[in-house]
């Protein structure tokens, strides 16, 4: 499960994942909401004088919790694509879908 | 049932949005050198729409953060198209509060109608399509949702019975229990408040994409509403998945894997600019 958190720049680790846009003081775009962190992407960042980061925390569960939610998942959008199995392109999305959010779990 | 004379009439109704929004808009449509102190004065006999023309022009999705201290600096900074995408957002935003008590969530309907736009926004890059026209196309394509609720409440309420009822798309029970669609009162609306012709036609087409000649800002808006509904965002009154249409996905030169690659900046944008708007 993911909510935001704001952290200081020198907090940031590889694989944290921004929540929002990373805007430099001139108000240039320097990395777009949901990029992954990578050490020389923070080294770059301190370069623009970043000084804060808007994070996705993972909130972690316990494996009742965790089966409960992926189970929820795979019911909510077995539904979702129930009217549509039939047709391949959706068939492929549905597959893209479940894995980001399975992932996420 | 509601006949197309019926809905045209019932659409006259309707208030209008105020005169000042219209003037602003008619300037800025007008193709005319714009004086930027008149449009300022325009914008600011609306306290509302200027606190959030100025609040969304300092969010990240348009790359400002507390820099725009007056309205003039908007427009110059962020360019006139901005102005007019963000007057268009402000005002039916204020006019459909998210907050407002009905039937169907407002607040879920709003997180849907933004998961759509961000989607949008993200999505058109690859198909070399105006980001920003894209994202106010995706928030507003679903307002004649909003309208059929505050409007239209009593007979609303039938066709959302009919849906959870019988468990299929929202727009299918409107036609049938009401003879006409979410999407034809959204355009109508639009027409009589003189929205841009891009957002009149991708409200009215957002659900049938292949009635419209030139691929543009409706075919995004139209698989971005997919997108936005598989990812499970807000609600827009039903929890089924529209077919996508491989056609113009292909005309859109979109893919799948463009999709995939999207989620996560759709998601954090969604979530953005839900802040923005509570």
């Known amino acids: ?105 | 049932m509601l006949s197309k004379d019926e809905l045209v009439q019932a659409v006259g109704d309707i208030p209008p949005l105020s005169s000042s929004i219209v003037s602003i808009m008619n300037m800025l449509n007008s193709g005319i050198e714009i004086d930027f102190l008149d449009l300022e004065n325009k914008i600011i006999q609306e306290p509302g729409l200027t606190g959030r023309v100025l609040k969304l022009a300092n969010s990240p999705f348009y790359g400002m953060t507390g820099e725009i201290n007056s309205i003039k600096e908007a427009c110059l900074l962020l360019g006139l198209n901005s102005i007019r995408n963000l007057v268009i957002s402000s005002a039916i935003i204020e006019r459909f509060p998210i907050d407002t008590k009905t039937n169907l969530d407002f607040n879920k309907l709003w997180h849907h109608s933004v998961a759509t736009a961000a989607s949008a926004k993200v999505l058109s890059r690859y198909c070399n399509i105006n980001p920003e026209q894209s994202f106010t196309a995706g928030l507003l394509h679903d307002i004649g949702k909003m309208i059929f609720e505050v409007y239209f409440t009593d007979q609303y309420k039938k066709a959302l019975q009919y849906q959870n009822e019988n468990d299929c798309l929202l727009f299918e029970a409107e036609r049938k229990i009401l003879g006409t669609d979410h999407s034809e009162l959204g355009a109508l609306t639009a027409e009589q408040w003189r929205l841009p012709e891009n957002i009149i036609h991708t409200i009215r087409y957002h659900h049938d994409p292949r009635k419209t000649d030139i691929p543009g800002v409706e075919h995004i808006v139209y698989v971005s509403n997919i997108v936005a509904r598989g990812l499970g965002i807000g609600f827009s009154g039903d929890n089924l998945i529209p077919a996508l249409d491989p056609i113009v996905m292909e005309t859109m030169q979109l893919n799948i894997d463009n999709i995939k690659e999207s989620l996560g900046e759709i998601e954090a944008l969604t979530d953005g600019f839900m802040t923005l708007i509570s």
């Open chain 1, 1 to 105: 499960m993911k909510k935001h958190s704001c952290i200081s720049i020198s907090d940031a680790i590889d694989d944290m994942q921004v929540a929002v846009d990373v805007i430099d003081p001139k108000g240039v775009c320097l990395l777009r909401a949901g990029a992954i962190l990578t050490s020389s992407i923070i080294k770059g960042l301190m370069k623009r004088n970043i000084e804060e980061l808007t994070i996705y925390r993972h909130v972690e569960l316990s494996d009742e919790e965790r089966n409960e939610r992926l189970k929820s998942i795979i019911d909510e959008i077995d539904h979702r694509f129930s009217k549509v199995i039939d047709k391949p392109l959706m068939l492929e999305l549905k597959s893209v879908l479940l894995e980001y959010r399975i992932r996420e779990v």
